[in-house]
């Protein structure tokens, strides 16, 4: 991928300092539901820095 120049995508797990730390935060939430808010939440503070996103969509408590 570097050779080619292109980004990884968000959760491709190659130990970026980023990926790290959000999971580092997603590790204390009590629900999966709570881990992936958290996610998204980390994910909008450093758009701007990382160029990633991610997004929830929650319908009737369904994520």
Sequence with gaps: MQTLKQPLPWAAGVGS???????????????PGEALRLAA???????????HCVELREDDGQA
Excluded: K
Excluded at 17 to 31: D, G, K, P, Q, V
Excluded at 41 to 51: K, N, Q, S, W
């Design 17 to 31: 300092e980023a990926f790290a730390l959000m999971c580092h935060c997603m590790i204390s939430a009590r629900t």
């Design 41 to 51: 939440r980390y994910e909008a503070m450093l758009y701007p820095m990382i160029g």
